[in-house]
């Protein structure tokens, strides 16, 4: 984690009260798909009296990493205790390793739906086709073909685009990185399904 971010985590000190630490981070897990809008973002900051929102977001980026590191990396107690510099009040540090003790299981089963639900790509094909027969201004055209597969709903979705001949093989080698990655998400994703239905 950028170390310049803990910089702005001792504005928690501000809070009115630990209810209000524990509403902040409440908050931005409910909303870790969407992000917070006016109205909720408008109440933290007054909660922690800042006076612009410029002051507000550093924290909030600060917060929804230590929030990850709890919940996807499984971080236990003294993992958590170790993330915090010396720069951060040993008192705001002991707050906010109870608090995110306190949710991690809720978030980790909460985190553990999103990704059961997320959509589970199939596959992804190309095809290319050239468009120049002059060497110096050959292009490409790339048709890419995703192949989608919901519990609601399936179809596909082709996409077209052009790319010179110098930056060809980096996009290639790109795509197969997504395909292998979206392989990867769907695998994961029925694993658990298929785990959860086996308890």
Known sequence: MDHALWDHLPVLVRA???????????????????????????????????????????????LRILIRRCVYENFNKDEIQKLFPSEVPPELQRLLVI????????????AVKDQVSL?????????????????ANRMAVINLRLQETTQSSSGETDVKFQITKDTLEAMLRSMYYIRDQLSNVGAASSGQALKKGQQ
């Not at 995110?100 to 089963?109: A, G, H, T």
């Not at 959509?119 to 060497?135: C, D, F, G, I, V």
Request: hydrophobic share 35%.
């Open 16 to 62: 009115k009260s630990k209810e209000s630490v524990e509403h902040i981070l409440q908050s931005l897990w409910r909303t870790r798909k969407t992000g917070l809008d006016a109205p909720e973002k408008a109440y933290i900051q007054d909660l922690l009296q800042l006076p612009t929102e410029n002051d507000l977001d550093p924290l909030l980026v600060c």
């Open 99 to 110: 608090l995110l003790m306190k949710f991690q299981r809720e978030w980790r089963e909460d």
């Open 119 to 135: 959509p589970r790509l199939k596959a992804m094909t190309w095809s290319m086709e050239n468009q120049s027969t002059t060497p």
